[in-house]
């Protein structure tokens, strides 16, 4: 499909750029037959004003103290038809011309019975004009010399043209490669979701499945007695759950310049809140909470969509702070944004997975995050929530330091004025 879209763009590119092309070089030569016309009328006539004497092609060097003086350079000749008849060519003529083309073309200008006009069969122009005592006298100009002028015109043109073509051809692939990375990186990341979601999903499914099989395979047996299976069954159907709306979070707010429902919140009572409710999970697992929140921090947003992004960190970060770890989450305003780090002590991630973390579904260790129930949808939507709120989200790791999540959200002013989104 990508490959044919990039075709499609080239082509279309292509395609205008030729109509350009042709428009510019069609009306070129256009323009240019009809100055070449022109100048034959105009050279044609100037023959008829100097008594017959054609302009003729030198150069003539002015004496001292005069002009420099240029004269035509197209073939003209003239001709005298006397009273009785006979044709006379006039002398000076830079043309040779036969008794016979002479005679054909008297001949036709005689049929023509215009004062001016084309003879195409003899590739001439003309002109003539009637003499007070009789005489008609006839201006002819060769056009070989506008074909030659038009078929230079044209053969540079062509030249030009397809130079030009070949140009923009690759700029056109250049600018199909480029405008359509987003598109292939969108087309990517869309087929490795589906794929992504698909076998997380064939997890849980194979599970209900095989306890729903060994159900049906003992259909006298009660209820009581088949607890066990359908507590895997519950249990594997609410991971699916979880999973779907995890995806239909993502899909629901990708693309999102801004929060639907958003207004005014208190994010330091919102973050306090949130770290209230990990304690006792912290406690649970051994870890030691601390928190460290300046108060009256407040933003534009939703509320629902930044107390999540405060619980996946939350959560993220007491899972892995190890035995007997620590978690330290700190709110401070730093100029005109809220800056909320969470850090957690335990083993640090790898260089190599930082820039991955939050891509859908990835996980650093699948096993591990399988045990604790993750499917790797929590940063991602972290991220994206915070995208959402015109802030972004950072993550550094060392074995000194630990694990970083750096959050930075713009920071309404205490009055009343806050970013609108």
Request: aromatic share 6%; net charge neutral; charged share 25%.
């Amino acid at each position: 499909m990508l490959r044919r879209l990039r075709l499609k763009f080239i082509l279309t590119n292509m395609l205008l750029v030729t109509v350009v092309l042709l428009a510019v070089f069609g009306a070129l030569m256009i323009s240019t037959a009809q100055q070449l016309e022109r100048e034959s009328a105009a050279a044609m006539k100037l023959a008829l004003r100097q008594d017959g004497i054609p302009p003729q092609l030198e150069l003539h060097l002015p004496d001292q103290g005069g002009a420099r003086e240029w004269r035509w350079a197209i073939p003209v000749f003239c001709i005298t038809i006397q009273k009785d008849g006979t044709i006379t060519l006039e002398e000076g003529s830079q043309v040779k011309v036969t008794e016979e083309t002479l005679a054909q073309a008297v001949q036709a200008v005689r049929d023509a019975q215009t004062p001016s006009g084309t003879l195409q069969n003899l590739g001439l122009r003309f002109q003539q004009e009637q003499l007070s005592d009789g005489r008609v006298r006839i201006a002819f100009s060769d056009l070989s010399w506008e074909r030659a002028s038009l078929g230079r015109l044209m053969l540079n043109s062509l030249l030009i043209g397809g130079a030009a073509l070949a140009v923009f051809f690759a700029i056109s692939l250049f600018l199909a490669r480029l405008s359509l990375k987003p598109v292939e990186r969108a087309w990517t990341q869309q087929r490795q979701f589906v794929a992504d979601a698909s076998h997380e999903l064939k997890t849980p499914l194979t599970v209900i499945l095989a306890n729903t099989g060994i159900m049906a395979a003992h259909p006298d047996a009660t209820v009581s007695s088949q607890r066990k299976w359908l507590g895997y069954i519950q249990e594997e159907a609410q991971r699916m759950k979880e999973l779907v709306e995890d995806m239909l979070f993502l899909a629901k707010h990708d693309g999102a310049e801004r929060p639907k429902d958003s207004r005014t919140v208190n994010f330091s009572d919102l973050v306090t809140g949130c770290v209230l409710r990990f304690e006792s999970v912290a406690f649970e697992r051994q870890v030691e909470l601390n928190s460290h929140i300046q108060p009256d921090l407040s933003l534009s947003g939703e509320p629902d969509s930044l107390e999540r992004l405060v619980m996946i960190l939350l959560d993220n970060a007491v899972k892995y702070a190890g035995e007997a770890g620590r978690v330290d989450v700190d709110l401070s305003r730093r100029q005109e944004r809220a800056v909320l780090s969470v850090r957690n002590t335990g083993e640090p991630i790898p260089p190599e997975h930082l820039e991955h973390l939050f891509e859908r579904f990835y996980r650093v260790d699948g096993s591990r995050s399988r045990k604790e129930g993750g499917y790797g949808l929590g940063l991602a939507i972290a991220h994206t929530i915070a995208q959402s709120h015109r802030g972004q989200i950072e993550v550094r790791s060392s074995r000194e330091e630990g694990t970083v999540f750096t959050v930075t959200l713009p920071h309404g002013r205490t009055e009343g004025k806050f970013p609108v989104f």
